[in-house]
């Protein structure tokens, strides 16, 4: 299993960075690209430095260099997370306009009927933003927002993340014991 993460510049980046821990613990293969606001928000939002985000990552590469393995769908990648994944960026990916990496592997993904999961976040949601969402959602992009649960009764923000995290990997079948499942409790 070998899975592209994109962090782009959302608030939640938390989600990435909690997305690369487990991946790593699982000795999942994961290639990193993060945009220039998302740095930027690990530095706002959480007690990380944008180097132990990347140190958890197999392989990253600069959001500007498209000339990187995952520019190309010649690379052989299962599929790609992003979380979160700004506004911004989802209307780059749903209008085909591959100015960073994060898009241009997405965009790739997509191409090569990969599984694309954006962990979007933006609230209240736009008509702009809702359209974008359909027209991924219909060429099979899992639009997969970071909504909280409250039936198992999360006590701390990292059950929350963990629970979003969770939710990611499942669509890529990848066994974890991040939320209790619904009967389990
Ligand atoms: C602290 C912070 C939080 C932000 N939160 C969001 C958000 O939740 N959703 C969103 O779409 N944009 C958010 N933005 C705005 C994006 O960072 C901005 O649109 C940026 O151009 C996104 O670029 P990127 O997708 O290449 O990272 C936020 C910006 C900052 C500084």
Redesign the pocket.
């Given at each position: 299993m070998k899975l592209i993460i994109g962090i782009?510049?959302?608030?939640?980046v938390i989600y990435g960075i909690r997305m690369l821990e487990v991946l790593k613990k699982l000795n999942i293969e994961t290639h990193l690209v993060m945009?220039?606001?998302?740095e930027?928000?690990i530095t706002?939002?959480t007690e990380h430095a944008p180097d132990y985000v990347k140190s958890l990552a197999t392989s990253v590469s600069d959001?500007k260099n498209m000339a990187a393995s995952v520019s190309s769908g010649t690379h052989r990648i299962n599929g790609m997370i992003v979380a979160?994944?700004?506004?911004?960026?989802?209307s780059?990916i749903a209008n085909g306009y591959d100015d960073?990496l994060?898009a241009r592997a997405a965009g790739v993904t997509i191409k090569e009927s990969r599984k694309l999961i954006l962990m979007v976040?933006?609230t209240p949601l736009s008509a702009i933003h809702l359209e974008n969402m359909l027209k991924l959602s219909r060429l099979n992009v899992i639009i997969l927002p970071p909504v909280t649960e409250f039936y198992t009764k999360p006590k701390t923000i990292e059950d929350i993340v963990n629970h979003g995290v969770g939710k990611c990997l499942d669509q890529f079948d990848i066994d974890h014991d991040l939320y209790p499942r619904w009967g389990s409790f």
């Open positions: 782009t510049g959302s608030t939640g945009s220039e606001w998302g930027k928000c706002m939002e959001e979160p994944c700004s506004m911004k960026t989802l780059a960073t994060v976040r933006e």
